[in-house]
Nanobody
Framework: QVQLVESGGGLVQAGGSLRLSCAASGLTFSSSAMGWFRQAPGKEREFVAA????????TYGDSVKGRFTISRDNAKNTVYLQMSSLKPEDTAVYYCAARKVASITFTTRTYDYWGQGTQVTVSS
């Protein structure tokens, strides 16, 4: 049974930073591409970032480029999202997602497993 458990969300002031973590179990983590998505109230789920199985390649959504960094530690079966220069519009539930394959994509339908999400709230 695959489980993805996010942590690290919370309330932060604009301009601040947070680091999200996603601990994975039940899948061959080192062979899986991983991604982060977010969903704000009343909006569709939005791609944030993704990373290949070895971490050699990453991609980011336009709204977070230059501010967010995705990374992974295959020894710990964990993927991270370092968020800096946070803005109120970054407020959303952030979801971790995993693919069964190593290549990255940025569409929700191409990810096979999802976590429950962690709330990030950025105050102005």
């Amino acid at each position: 049974q695959v489980q993805l458990v996010e942590s690290g969300g919370g309330l932060v002031q604009a301009g601040g930073s947070l680091r999200l973590s996603c601990a994975a179990s039940g899948l061959t983590f080192s062979s899986s591409a991983m991604g982060w998505f977010r969903q704000a109230p009343g909006k569709e789920r939005e791609f944030v970032a993704a990373i290949t199985w070895r971490g050699y390649s990453t991609t980011y959504g336009d709204s977070v480029k230059g501010r967010f960094t995705i990374s992974r530690d295959n020894a710990k079966n964990t993927v991270y999202l370092q968020m800096s220069s946070l803005k109120p519009e970054d407020t959303a539930v952030y979801y971790c997602a995993a693919r069964k394959v190593a290549s990255i994509t940025f569409t929700t339908r191409t990810y096979d497993y999802w976590g429950q999400g962690t709330q990030v709230t950025v105050s102005s």
